[in-house]
């Protein structure tokens, strides 16, 4: 008899059926094996059958994620050998791999001048490079990706048929005879025989410039010059949002930042992600990259293109995502100078498709434990395996900020690449797009999609006319704050009741306010909102969030008369009428919504410390405050907890008399972590976990672990997703309804 092996995971695109091949040899075993929806499948005869399966497990390519093997009793094979067949097709439950940066062996090659890939920017192998990017379908095969127009040449021919090399069924495989074409493009239509090298005079000249990098556009300039990253401001409109830099080795990191053995492992890793890191005090690149902030985004080429045209500038480069504010990143050749044509001079491009589009990860490390702030390429789409199987298919779409996507089938949770806003056509548009992507790889058709409370989210409406139009699909909304609870809940399979403490910018609200400092008593099923900060009025709604002296106003109408709040420094930063007519408001309540968030008082605390000017970026006002506060140790406030309310009244009073900025920046801090060590010792015997934008914040979440750590408090945060609104998808497929 023979044995039928199912092996499900990340196992396509990774190297697993030669290595499957190679292995079987080992054992002298016969049989074949091959990719389907399912996986992989190996048919198999001989001796030892489960001594081979046992070192599957163990020897596993490193970029393979084993879920589950399941192996049966088949009729004889009719073979003499061991082969891989052509893959078959069946129902999908393969998981996508992401794309993963190259490789030191392919390094290795392009630098040698003996190799036939010498210098050439797309080499790549079994163990590195693009996946998700270019795959329109799954099985995982060259047809089914972008590199299907792209006819091999004999040697890479043999490399691609041979089981026991590198580059066996590497499916982006080619080299300089069956090159993927590079191009030194300009608005103008100007060319260039030589691309790398007139793209980095371009730089070398203070010119900002665009890339087509993995899973989009890269626009860049030099980050030593100050001119140039100056004028990457001015005309993507970015005025003071901290950029990331790109480096071509981790020396070069270290020359001007403090690395630890934490973020140097991650930068190292194959994923490649941008890492929050310590500028040194004597940081020597443009100051305006990270201006008044004591981090800065920086990480490694991850692409052999990458690689050349640092070695062509010599220089660490600004590398963003190439983009208008609020939408997508550009992916597509023809829409990069009909967007960014003011922009950028020119732009190095290549003729290998973009199928599925996929933003630079972003994380930090805190207190030895790496935190995901984005998450993308590297390491979404995100599979997660989970013990119990799902009886319907789940399709969960969201948030509105920071959006991703997730489906669940079988044991099986997807989570998408980092989206972004959905603000505007074109974010909607590839919100649409990701659906499509997903419904068309995985042959997937929702049971049950799960959508957000808050009626105004384009993901909730997009989920209410979805299931208008398929009256057989059930309809399911789960509360922000509860989903972002559930979140991280699924992370860690966890099926108990937890404390919950849920800090961002907004959520709505089971009693139609804005929530955001909520702490929930919660299971997979219901929660119970225990306690909320004070509530916080928003005059002007939507326009106090970008002008948050307009929150600050707003607080200190409820705590101080008008006479005593125009005696104050904030007054002078409206007119006479201006602050008349906010007062009127705050008294009759006119376009000033209610919040609890965490979020905006965060806001409010950043104009006391004397910055009156708009927000104009997601986190400023944490981050500012953070840089304040790490330069002085201080007592906490003055606070109250009583009938469900966090009061900070005496908080806000005690501040307004405060002058040292730091200090007012410092004991917010340590106020904040003795709220939540104070609640949680209420609830001696659950374990808490820490969810929402707010806990991005290092020093805050740095604060509250170190004081759980010291009570033995079993506590939970997010590593592997993020804890801010992107994670909400993951939640409400976690929702045990």
């Known amino acids: 008899m023979a044995t039928k092996i199912i092996i499900r995971g990340i196992v396509q695109g990774v190297g697993f059926r030669p290595f499957i091949y190679k292995l079987a040899h080992r054992y002298n075993l016969v049989g074949y094996v091959f990719n389907d929806g399912l996986g992989v499948q190996v048919d198999v005869c001989g001796k030892n059958i489960d001594s081979f399966i046992e070192d599957i497990k ?90 299907s127009k792209f006819e ?13 090399n590198r580059r066996y069924h590497t499916e982006p495989i080619s080299c300089p005879k069956c090159a993927i074409q590079l191009n030194y493009v300009t608005k103008d239509g100007i060319k260039d025989i030589k691309p790398i090298k007139q793209f980095a005079k371009d730089i070398k000249a203070g010119y900002v410039v665009a890339l087509k990098g993995l899973g989009g556009f890269h626009i860049l300039c030099d980050a030593t010059s100050q001119n140039a990253v100056q004028e990457l401001r001015v005309k993507k409109n970015r005025p003071k949002k901290p950029l990331a830099v ?126 995901m702030l984005r998450m993308a390429r590297g390491y979404a789409p995100l599979s997660l395996y989970m013990k119990d199987t799902f009886s319907k298919k789940i399709l969960a ?72 139009k398929h009256q057989d699909t059930e309809l399911i909304e789960v509360q922000h704050h509860f989903a972002h609870t559930l979140s991280c809940m699924a992370e860690y399979t966890l099926d108990e009741e937890v404390l919950a403490f849920c800090f961002d910018g907004t959520g709505y609200g089971d009693d139609g306010l804005l929530w955001g400092g909520e702490v929930l008593l919660a299971n997979r099923s219901s929660y119970k909102r225990v306690y909320h900060l004070q509530n916080i009025s928003l005059l002007g709604g939507e ?14 109408f409820e705590f101080f008369s ?19 007519t906010l007062h009127m408001m705050y008294k009759n309540n006119i376009n000033s919504p209610k919040t609890s968030s965490m979020g905006r008082l ?30 002085v140790d201080a ?3 003055s606070y109250t907890i009583k009938d469900g309310v966090i009061s900070y009244k005496e908080m806000i009073v005690e501040m307004v008399y405060e002058k040292d900025k730091t200090q007012i920046a410092s004991r917010f801090f340590k106020t904040l972590t003795y709220i939540i060590i104070d609640i949680t010792k209420l609830y001696p015997k659950k374990p808490v976990v820490l969810v929402g934008g707010v806990f991005q914040n290092a020093l805050l979440l740095s604060m509250v672990i170190v004081e759980f750590k010291k009570l033995n408090i079993r506590y939970y945060i997010q590593q592997k997703t993020p804890l801010n609104d992107s994670g909400i998808s993951l939640g409400q497929i976690y929702y045990k309804g």
């Not at 794309?99 to 392919?106: A, F, H, I, S």
């Not at 000017?613 to 997601?618: L, M, N, P």
Request: hydrophobic share 40%; with cysteine.
């Open 246 to 371: 790109m480096f071509r080795d981790i020396e070069d990191i270290k020359k001007v930042c403090d690395l630890t053995k934490e973020d140097e492992k991650l930068l190292l890793s194959l994923h490649k992600p941008i890492v929050l890191v310590k500028k040194k005090d004597d940081f020597s690149l443009a100051s305006s990259i990270a201006d008044g902030i004591e981090k800065i985004g920086v990480f490694l080429a991850y692409t052999p293109l990458h690689l050349l045209v640092l070695d062509e500038v010599k220089v660490p480069l600004i590398a963003t995502s190439a983009n208008l504010s609020g939408e997508p990143i550009i992916t597509k050749d023809d829409e990069l100078f009909g967007k960014l044509s003011s922009v950028i001079k020119s732009a190095l491009v290549h003729n290998r498709d973009i199928i599925n589009g996929c933003d630079d990860s972003v994380m930090q490390v805190v207190e030895k434990k790496p935190i």
């Open 58 to 147: 163990i020897f596993a390519p490193p970029l393979s994620r084993i879920d589950d093997i399941v192996s049966s009793t088949i009729k004889p094979l009719n073979v003499d050998d061991f082969n891989i067949i052509k893959s078959q097709n069946s129902d999908i439950s393969t998981m996508l791999s992401a794309d993963m940066g190259v490789c030191d062996e392919c390094i290795s090659e392009m630098y040698d001048k003996t190799n036939r890939r010498y210098l050439y920017p797309f080499i790549n192998c079994t163990n590195c490079g693009v996946r998700y990017s270019i795959i329109k379908n799954l099985p995982y095969d060259r047809e089914q990706t972008s590199m």
């Open 602 to 631: 965060f806001d409010a605390v950043y104009v006391l410390c004397g910055f009156y000017k708009s927000i104009s970026y997601d986190g400023e006002a944490g981050l500012v405050l953070e840089n304040l506060a790490i330069q």
């Open 152 to 164: 091999m040449c004999e040697e890479c021919r043999a490399e691609y048929e041979d089981a026991t």
């Open 635 to 637: 007592k906490p406030y």
């Open 397 to 468: 779409v969201g948030a509105n900020q920071k959006s991703t996507i997730g489906i669940a089938f079988g044991n099986h949770v997807v989570i998408s690449p980092y989206i972004g806003d959905l603000d505007s056509i074109d974010s909607v548009e590839y919100f649409q797009k990701m659906l499509d992507t997903f419904k068309r790889v995985y042959n997937f058709t929702p049971d049950v999609v799960v959508c957000d409370k808050h009626p105004n989210y384009e993901s909730t409406k997009w989920a209410k006319e979805y299931t208008l």
């Open 543 to 556: 326009k106090a969030i970008k002008e948050p002296k307009r929150v600050l106003l707003g607080l200190l």
């Open 562 to 580: 008008f006479e005593k709040v125009s005696d104050m420094d904030i007054a002078d930063s409206f007119s006479k009428a201006e602050l008349k």
